[in-house]
């Protein structure tokens, strides 16, 4: 009996170390992320340029680091705009960025979302929301103050000729 305890003790040992030898264990990043839209550009005119921070810690990692940004610009999970750049950090790095909203977009709220990834397993995504204004015509709108500016003085004009009759 204790011969066959043995041989199983033996059999799940070796299971075990087999287990523990060959199977992958996923990498687990320390990298953290943060996107964040200021205040004063929460609300963005169609046209313009959408400033955002963003900070990135990676403790883990020693040396210098290339990581592959993409911001990308989405309403209702479909993408609006996207854009790829190169950044090089080390263990932390923060930096303002811009990207320009189309003039043809339209109103409404927009995520703005970030994805960081390297060449190996790195994998992280990061968001903030964000509200686009329609871009109004401004020369309508010039057009309509000198259109006022004109009527008034003409309005000023025939009052003081009125006067002037009445003192002749």
Not at 5 to 27: D, E, G
Not at 28 to 56: C, N, Q, W
Not at 66 to 73: A, E, F, K, P
Not at 106 to 124: C, F, H, K, T
Request: a positive charge.
């Amino acid at each position: 009996m204790k011969k066959y305890t043995l041989k199983i003790n033996v059999i799940i040992c070796s299971f075990i170390f087999m287990w523990i030898l060959f199977t992958p264990f996923k990498s687990i990043s320390a990298m953290s992320a943060v996107v964040h839209i200021p205040e004063k550009y929460t609300d963005v005119i169609a046209g313009e340029r959408l400033y955002f921070e963003l900070e990135i810690k990676y403790p883990e990692n020693p040396t210098r680091k290339d990581l592959r940004l993409t911001y990308q610009i989405l309403k209702n999970n479909n993408i609006v705009l996207e854009t790829k750049v190169l950044k090089a950090i080390e263990t932390q790095s923060s930096f303002s960025d811009y990207i320009t909203i189309p003039e043809s977009i339209d109103s409404g709220l927009y995520e703005m979302r970030v994805q960081i990834s390297d060449y190996n397993v790195l994998n992280e995504s990061v968001s903030a929301n964000f509200m686009v204004a329609k871009k109004t015509d401004q020369t309508m709108m010039y057009f309509f103050i000198i259109l006022g500016a004109i009527v008034i003085l003409g309005i000023i004009i025939i009052l003081e000729i009125k006067k002037l009759k009445k003192f002749l």
